[in-house]
């Protein structure tokens, strides 16, 4: 009778290793999550605020209250910006407006929330502090001795385009603006480096795959350019 003995330790200690390297592959992605989700988020607000200021200079009366007065479309002047929170593993933006600074043309004072205002299209009232309120209406000058209300400043066209065109891009548009044409939707729908990396996954183990697997989701943010 023939009898053969095997070692099977190595065998397992091999197993134990690959098994370690996909878990530490899953928790090296965790970890890089958060940076590959601050780098896409930078990129993408400043995708959005060119994508504004365009759309700023095709139709600047669209826009108009969204910048400061006569900068429709200028990246200097934007009375907006956009700000992002990482939470329970996802990415959320929110868009935010700024008080004006500059002066309209026969103003003494800027219009401090016209953004906000005129975004929300909340009715002013406008009370003279001298004895007449004096405004144009088309070519002819009008003089009133109390108070007006104006019902939509800025106009009613204004109302409610920056949260549209907010929505157009981050809701409708974000994955084919940002992650289709980047390439990061392919790159992350092919993890091509776990399986090439896949031979060190014996002697490298979970260390390995934590390594891999962080460099791989890290350097996915890097595809905006």
Known sequence: MISITMDDRLLFADM???????????????????????????????????????????????????????RQGSPDSRLFDVEYIIENGGLTFNGVLRQSTSVKAGSNIPFYNKATIMEKGIPVRIIPNKKALKFNVGSEEVFVSGPITVDHPGGTRVTGAFENIFDIFFQQNFKQSVLDMTGIT???????????????????????GVEVGYNWITKAGDLIV
């Open 16 to 70: 134990n290793n690959v098994v370690g390297y996909t878990k530490g592959f899953l928790e090296g992605v965790h970890k890089g999550k958060e940076e590959f989700y601050k780098s896409i988020a930078k990129d993408a607000i400043d995708i959005f605020k060119e994508f504004v200021d365009q759309q700023a200079r095709v139709d600047p009366y669209m826009y108009h209250h969204i910048y400061e007065w006569y």
């Open 186 to 208: 392919r790159y992350l729908s092919n993890p091509t480096v776990f399986k090439t990396n896949f031979a060190s996954a014996k002697t490298g183990g979970k260390a390995k």
